[in-house]
C-alpha cells in the first residue's frame, strides 16, 4: 500500500511530564513498539518515529526494530516485519520535523495530542479531512508517562480532544489511544 | 460511573488458533490485562472476563489483578486499581455466559471478533444502537494468538466486520483491536 496522504506518528520519550508535572525521560517500551507500528501500518502511517535522546535507549529501540525488519523475526512472522519497517528513532521532536520539511517541502502540520486537553483544539473530522482531501502532510503526537512537557505543546499547530468514555474515567494506555485516534482519523 | 446499559468483554485463551489453523491455548501477558481494562473502564465495560482454562494461567493473571486492586498497584495508582478492578479471571467461555444469564436474567447477546471476519455480520452502528439505547446485555468476544477457535464462533449470535485501514494490511494488536471496538461502540 502507498499512501497518496501523510501522517507520520511521534512518541516523545522526553520530555515528558511524570505525575508531579515535572519534566522527565520515559523509558522506551517493547509493546509501544510493536502495537504503534502494527496500528500504524495497518491504516497507511508512512513513519512511525521513536524520539528519545538517550543513546542507550536508542539501541534499543533499533535492536528490537532490527530483530523484526532484518533478524530472526522477519523470517518468523512477515506481517511483523512490515509493521516494524515504519519505525525511525530519533533524538528529538525538532529533528523530525526538519526530518519532514525536507520529506515533503512543507513544515508539517504538527498535531499534539493530551488526555487532559481542551475541547477548542482541531476536531478528528477536520483532521481527517485535511489528511485524506487536502493532502497536507500531518504529524501526530504522542505523549509517553503522564504526557508531553509544554515546550512540546508549544511546537505544535493544535490538540486533538481527549478520547473520552460515556463518564468520567480516562486512563487509557497511549498504545490505546493511539490506535483510537488511527481508528478515527484514517479508518474506513 | 454507573453505565445503564451492559457491554462485557471476553479475551479467549483457550479455545484459540495458531497460524496453522491449529487449536491451541495461548498465555495470559501482562499488558492485555491492563491495556484492556483501561480501555475498558474507560468506556463503560461492566466485567473484563480473563478466560483461561488452566489453573497456573488463572493464578498468574489473578496474581496481577490483586497486585494492583489490593496490593502495593491501588496505592502507588488508583487510576489502574479501578481500571483492573473489572476483571474477572474465569475457566471457559460457557461459564461466562451463565454469569451474565444470571445477572441480566437472560442470554446475553454474544458477538465475536475476527480479523480476516466477513463483512456481513452486524454493523458497529447497529450494536451500538441495541446496546445503549436497546439495553440488550452483550458480551464482546476476542481472541488470543491468531484468533478465535471456530468452536467458539460457533457460540456467537454475530460477527463484528473486521477493523481496516486504507489498505490491504491489518496486523492489529488485540489491544489495539479492542480499544478501537470500544470506541466505535461506546465512545462520546
Redesign the interface.
Known amino acids: 500500500?502507498d499512501?497518496d496522504f501523510h501522517l507520520d506518528v511521534a512518541l516523545i520519550h522526553h520530555p515528558v511530564v511524570n505525575r508531579n508535572d515535572e519534566i522527565i525521560g520515559s523509558a522506551v517500551t517493547n509493546?509501544d513498539l510493536?502495537?504503534i507500528a502494527?496500528?500504524g501500518?495497518?491504516?497507511?502511517v508512512t513513519t512511525y518515529w521513536v524520539v528519545t535522546p538517550y543513546p542507550l535507549q536508542q539501541d534499543l529501540a533499533t535492536g528490537i526494530v532490527g530483530h523484526w525488519t532484518e533478524g530472526y523475526g522477519r523470517v518468523a512472522n512477515s506481517?511483523?516485519a512490515?509493521?516494524l519497517s515504519i519505525i525511525r528513532v530519533i533524538a528529538s521532536l525538532e529533528e523530525v520535523i526538519m526530518e519532514m520539511t525536507r520529506r515533503h517541502g512543507r513544515r508539517p502540520k504538527v498535531i499534539a495530542t493530551s488526555a487532559g486537553g481542551q475541547q477548542c483544539g482541531i476536531s478528528y473530522a477536520e483532521l481527517r479531512c485535511e489528511i485524506i482531501e487536502q493532502k497536507i502532510p500531518v504529524l501526530l503526537l504522542l505523549g509517553t508517562a503522564w504526557g508531553l512537557a509544554p515546550a512540546v505543546l508549544e511546537l505544535a499547530d493544535s490538540v486533538l480532544p481527549p478520547?473520552?468514555?460515556?463518564?468520567?474515567?480516562?486512563?487509557?494506555?497511549v498504545?490505546?489511544?493511539?490506535?483510537?485516534i488511527?481508528?478515527?482519523l484514517?479508518?474506513?
Not at 41 to 44: H, L, P
Not at 175 to 180: C, D
Open positions: 500500500m499512501a509493546l510493536h502495537d502494527r496500528a501500518k495497518t491504516f497507511g506481517d511483523r512490515a509493521a478520547i473520552l468514555g460515556p463518564g468520567e474515567f480516562n486512563h487509557l494506555s498504545r490505546s489511544a493511539a490506535s483510537i488511527l481508528d478515527r484514517l479508518g474506513r
